[in-house]
């Protein structure tokens, strides 16, 4: 089967091509060199190319992705915009307002920033003067030219009616399809429902399987790792959509991050705190929990919130179903109980809701980047305040992601008051042995646990705090 997708409303069909060559590389090859390559792990920006995706509101929508995490199969069926493909006979709104604002200074990252600000233009709802860091929270300029950037997007009107790119949001949308491509001893599968990825597994044994690709195309471009089958689970059926129900809350494995923000926006804390310190906006586009969690990384920002909201992981076979706690799913370092056959099929949040939930982390930059500590807290309170469970997830601090299970154990039964936090503190002192290493030593680790809960405390009783 060939690889087949829109560019820059032009059908592109592709074979003879290593599926693990990068959509961003791939671009570069064909001569779309407005795309750059600055990175190559999502970090910059300057490789971001926008596609059709529906949102949650069922409505087709332009998003930014990283070309250079992404395998040029997983595009099979897509409809993507470079930033050649954004202006007609006249330069668009937002390269208008990077002239006029002085945006671009050497100019390397400007292609990247002109693709975040057009989907940011097309956004449903955008106001004009309005201004969302986010938007262009992905992209890097090093000649430290963000006021301008930041002038531009505030500068932008809203668009024309007869706009190109805004009529093309008012007509069908790309459809993940199945595909099976191969090329050389290399091969890509995408099913799209369990019952052929469990096919698939059977068949090969060792297949990588790859979900957003964040962290394993990675891998592809700074390791040159190599793997002879890729299964790809963005399009199984089963592992999309957001559930509520009177129990719980649902995520399946495979819902980009961006989605899980914008659905569950104001419902849990957690998360609103987590996603804006969780990589950028163009890596959550494509990540997904699931893979966050598999990929097992002790210093993965998930886990520990998701551990303070005393998560379960579903995970499937081709025979059976089983939740798994979260605490419980982590084996040793990148290691899970996940057996052959088996994948995580979504993640369940039991409800009530923590009464007390928030999210820290502890790391080098506020934004876009990795963790030394983070630490995802849940307490559940009774009328009279009396804590009847507690959560402390902790990442950075272990070999795996962890719970710190004395000290919740302290505080069960307690006022949540400088008293129990005392009581709570010797065992969290002596919870963890972290490690040293260039993001942070072992000494300033075992100091952030227990500084962390009692931040965490001290934010929950803000009046008690200024005493």
């Known amino acids: 089967m060939t690889i087949r997708f829109r560019l820059n409303q032009q059908e592109v069909v592709v074979n003879g091509v290593d599926p693990h060559t990068s959509l961003l590389h791939f671009l570069r090859a064909q001569g779309h060199t407005g795309t750059k390559e600055g990175c190559a792990e999502g970090e910059c920006g300057a490789c971001a190319v926008a596609v059709v995706r529906q949102g949650p509101d069922g409505k087709p929508r332009y998003v930014p992705i990283n070309s250079c995490l992404v395998l040029l199969p997983a595009v099979h069926g897509a409809e993507l915009v470079t930033v050649e493909g954004i202006a007609g006979d006249e330069l668009h709104p937002v390269q208008d307002a990077m002239v006029a604002k002085g945006g671009s200074q050497c100019g390397y990252c400007t292609p ?60 069908h949308q790309p459809v993940a399809t199945g595909l099976s491509y191969e090329e050389g001893e290399v091969c890509f599968e995408r099913p799209t429902n369990l019952e052929r990825l469990f096919t698939l597994l059977d068949r090969h044994p060792t297949a990588k399987l790859i979900a957003g690709g964040t962290d394993i195309v990675v891998e592809v471009n700074q390791r040159d790792s190599r793997w002879d089958v890729f299964v790809s689970l963005e399009a199984v059926a089963e592992l999309r959509g957001i559930e509520e129900t009177p129990d719980h809350i649902r995520i399946g494995a495979g819902v980009p991050l961006s989605e899980v923000e914008e659905v569950l926006h104001g419902k849990i804390r957690i998360f609103d705190e987590l996603f804006p310190l969780f990589s950028s906006r163009l890596i959550r586009n494509r990540a997904t929990f699931g893979g966050n969690l598999v990929n097992g990384s002790p210093i993965g920002d998930g886990a520990p919130a998701l551990l303070g909201l005393d998560a379960g992981v579903e995970v499937a076979s081709r025979d059976a179903e089983r939740l798994v706690p979260l605490a419980d799913f982590f084996t040793g370092y990148r ?25 820290f982390k502890v790391s080098k930059r506020v934004m876009d980047d990795i963790s030394t500590v983070a630490a995802g807290m849940g307490l559940w309170l009774d009328d009279h305040g009396v804590i009847t469970k507690a959560r402390l997830g902790y990442g950075g601090v272990a070999a795996t992601p962890v719970r710190a299970r004395a000290a919740e154990a302290a505080l069960v039964g307690q006022v949540f008051d400088h008293a129990a936090v005392a009581r709570a503190l010797p065992a969290l002192k002596q919870a963890f042995t972290p490690i040293d290493d260039h993001r942070g030593s072992a000494a300033y680790r075992a100091a952030m646990v227990p500084r962390l809960f009692e931040k965490f405390e001290a934010e929950s009783h803000p009046a008690e705090a200024a005493e």
């Open 112 to 171: 990247g920033f002109v693709v975040s600000l057009f989907t940011e233009f097309y956004r449903e709802g955008r106001q004009p003067g309005e201004v969302d860091p986010e938007a262009i929270s992905g992209n890097l300029c090093r000649c430290t030219g963000y006021r301008p950037i930041r002038e531009a997007l505030a500068s932008l009107p809203l668009p024309a009616k007869d706009d190109t790119h805004k009529v093309r949001l008012t007509q």
């Open 335 to 359: 290691k899970t109980v996940l057996e052959h056959g088996e994948v995580v099929k979504g993640i369940r949040i039991p409800k009530p809701l923590p009464t007390l939930q928030r999210f």
